[in-house]
C-alpha cells in the first residue's frame, strides 16, 4: 500500500500541471482583465458586473498589440498598469513564475483587495469548512442508516413515504429552500429563532467558551439544512440501490442458510461490499459542497466563504485569487480520492490497487 501512495502522490504533480495549464490558457483569454479594467476607469468607463462579465470586452480588448481604452493614454502609464499586475512578462514566463510560487504555497497579492491571497484565504476558510464539513457528516449519518433500512423494507409503507420525501427534498434547489427556511425561522415573516448572517454573533468573544459553541451551531443551523436536504437525497438511494443489489446475491442466500441472523448477514457480509460505490461518492461530494453547494448559501445566508471569494474574484478578474483558488481545490480533490481509495483497501482487503498498476 505504501508503494501505491507514493505513487499516486507523486501523480500529482502532473495532474495538477495539467489543469493549472489549461485554467491559465481559458483565464488568460477571456476579455476584460484586470488592465483593460484599469484602462476603462481611467477612461471614465463604466467597470460593473456586465463588464466583468466581458460585457464591454469588445471595447477595451487589444488590437494589433494595443488596448483600445488605451486610447488617449500615455504609452508610460499603460507601460506601468501593465507591469503592476505582472503582464509586461511573456505568458509562459508569467506561467512558470506562478507555478513555482505555488509549489512554495506563495499565492502573491491580490489585484483588487490589497490583501495577500494567502490571508484571504485563510479568513474564508473557516467559513467553507463549517460548511463542507457539518453537511457531509450529516449527509452521510442520514443517508447511509436510512438507505439500509430502506433496503430492508423494500416495497413498504416506510419505503414509499421516504422515497416522496426524499423527492420533494431533492426537487427543491437548495438556495430555495434556504430563502423558505429564513422566511419562516429567520424574522421573515414568522419566527424570529435563528440569525441571519455570519456564523457568530457579534459579542462572540466576550461569550464563555460553552455559549461560543452554542453561538456557533445556532448560526449553522438553517444554512446547514438547507444544504443537507437537498443533498442526501442521491447517497440514500445510492446506498439503498447498492444494499438490494448485494441482498439478492447467492452468498447471502448461502449465509442465510447456514442459520446466521439476518443483522449478522447485513452487517457481516452485505456492509462491506455494498459500502464500497458509497465510499467512491465521498471525494466528489466533499469537492461538490465545497465548491458548488456552498456557493448560493453563502450568498443567502451572508456568509463569506472560499465560494463566494473565488466567485467574485472570477468577476473582477482577480488572477491571484482565481487561480489560488483553483489550486487548492484541485489539490484537495486529488488528495480526497487518494484518501477515498485507501479507503477501499481498508474496507475490503481483496482489493489491491496496487498490484492492478503493476
Known sequence: MLVYIIRRLLLIIPTLFGIMLINFIIIQAAPGGPV?????????????????????????????????????????????????????KPPSERFWMMLKNYATFEFGQSFF?????????????????????????????????????KAVKHGSRFDVWT????????????????????????????????????????????????????????????????MVVSGFATLTM???????????????LTAKAKGLTEKRVLYGHVFR???????????????????????LIEVVFSLDGLGLLGFEA????????????????TLIGLLLKLVGDITYMIIDPRIDFESREG
Open 36 to 88: 483593460e479594467q484599469m484602462l476603462a476607469q481611467l477612461q471614465g468607463l463604466q467597470t460593473g458586473s456586465g463588464s466583468r462579465l466581458g460585457g464591454t470586452g469588445a471595447d477595451i480588448a487589444p488590437t494589433d498589440g494595443q488596448y483600445r481604452g488605451a486610447q488617449g493614454l500615455r504609452p508610460e502609464l499603460i507601460a506601468e498598469i501593465k507591469k503592476l499586475y505582472g503582464f509586461d
Open 113 to 149: 483587495r490589497d490583501r495577500d491571497v494567502t490571508d484571504l484565504i485563510i479568513d474564508k476558510l473557516p467559513v467553507s469548512i463549517s460548511l463542507g464539513l457539518w453537511t457531509t457528516l450529516l449527509v452521510y449519518l442520514i443517508s447511509i442508516p436510512l438507505g439500509i433500512k
Open 163 to 226: 422515497s416522496t420525501t426524499i423527492i420533494v427534498g431533492y426537487a427543491i434547489p437548495n438556495f430555495l429552500f434556504a430563502i423558505l427556511l429564513i422566511v419562516l425561522f429567520a424574522g421573515g415573516s414568522y419566527f424570529n429563532w435563528f440569525p441571519l448572517r455570519g456564523l457568530t454573533s457579534n459579542h462572540f468573544d466576550q461569550l464563555p467558551f460553552w455559549q461560543q459553541v452554542l453561538d456557533y451551531f445556532w448560526h449553522l443551523v438553517l444554512p446547514i439544512t438547507a
Open 238 to 252: 445510492l446506498t439503498k440501490n447498492s444494499f438490494l443489489d448485494e441482498i439478492h446475491k447467492q452468498y447471502v
Open 273 to 295: 461490499n455494498a459500502m464500497l460505490i458509497v465510499i467512491a461518492q465521498i471525494p466528489a461530494a466533499l469537492v461538490g459542497i465545497f465548491l458548488t453547494s456552498s456557493l
Open 314 to 329: 472570477a468577476l473582477s478578474r482577480d488572477y491571484p485569487v482565481v487561480f489560488a483558488t483553483v489550486y487548492i481545490y
